[in-house]
């Protein structure tokens, strides 16, 4: 059961989470951030001690949204490798076209505090990207690619390279472009393991 602590808390890293998105971690201040959580700047510190540990938890609260949208994106497309891999694009996609997008929070915060490697908001996308390449090498093997880290990475470069430009340049047809390119790469990895099946089972037959 909630209590009216925890509630508090919860709406303090959203309305945070919302100012820190549109407006940047480094130049957002906890003054905006109470104000937009209807509370005082002393209640704020009652929760968070600093900026830095309510970067953090908010930081972690998007982690898991994040990991759990890459979970709804993938379960939906039953299985099948291509359709998985399809999926997590035109999920990408959508997510894309939603009005006031600005990309990863959590590529966002990386750059922004590039200079600072031990800050929270580093520490936290370092975490955030290694989750989700590994559950991209999860939902890969579960539709039956093997060995699937080196997919899974070859993924990561196109979701990040795809979302950077987006950005840059104010066009979707870039995730287009990723969503093509990893198709590509994924019937290439079924067709190697056609072709290594056939080649196995003839030296069976020799």
Same mark, same amino acid.
């Given at each position: 059961?909630?209590?009216?602590?925890?509630?508090?808390?919860?709406?303090?890293?959203?309305?945070?989470?919302?100012?820190?998105?549109?407006?940047?971690?480094?130049?957002?201040?906890?003054?905006?951030?109470?104000?937009?959580?209807?509370?005082?700047?002393?209640?704020?510190?009652?929760?968070?001690?600093?900026?830095?540990?309510?970067?953090?938890?908010?930081?972690?609260?998007?982690?898991?949204?994040?990991?759990?949208?890459?979970?709804?994106?993938?379960?939906?497309?039953g299985g099948n490798l291509r359709e998985v891999v399809g999926a997590l694009f035109g999920g990408l996609q959508q997510w894309a076209t939603k009005p006031g997008w600005r990309g990863s929070g959590f590529t966002r915060a990386?750059?922004?505090?590039?200079?600072?490697?031990?800050?929270?908001?580093?520490?936290?996308?370092?975490?955030?990207? @290694?989750? %989700?390449?590994?559950?991209? +090498?999860?939902?890969?093997?579960? $539709?039956?690619?093997? /060995?699937? #880290?080196? *997919?899974? !990475?070859?993924?990561?470069?196109?979701?990040?390279?795809?979302? @950077?430009? %987006?950005?840059?340049?104010? +066009?979707?047809?870039?995730?287009? $472009?990723?969503?093509? /390119?990893? #198709?590509? *790469?994924? !019937?290439?990895?079924?067709?190697?393991?056609?072709?290594?099946?056939?080649?196995?089972?003839?030296?069976?037959?020799?």
């Open positions: 059961m909630r209590t009216r602590r925890d509630e508090t808390r919860r709406r303090i890293v959203d309305a945070a989470y919302q100012r820190f998105y549109q407006g940047g971690f480094a130049r957002v201040g906890v003054d905006a951030i109470a104000e937009a959580a209807g509370i005082t700047k002393r209640t704020l510190y009652q929760h968070f001690d600093s900026k830095d540990a309510l970067i953090a938890a908010v930081m972690d609260a998007q982690h898991e949204l994040m990991l759990a949208r890459i979970r709804a994106w993938s379960d939906g497309a990386a750059i922004e505090f590039s200079d600072s490697p031990g800050h929270p908001a580093r520490r936290a996308a370092h975490r955030h990207k @290694l989750a %989700v390449e590994d559950e991209l +090498r999860r939902v890969l093997h579960d $539709a039956g690619l093997e /060995a699937p #880290a080196a *997919l899974a !990475r070859q993924l990561m470069v196109l979701i990040e390279g795809c979302q @950077l430009l %987006v950005l840059i340049h104010g +066009r979707h047809e870039y995730i287009e $472009a990723a969503a093509q /390119a990893a #198709a590509e *790469l994924v !019937r290439a990895r079924t067709v190697h393991a056609a072709l290594s099946g056939t080649l196995a089972a003839l030296r069976d037959e020799t």
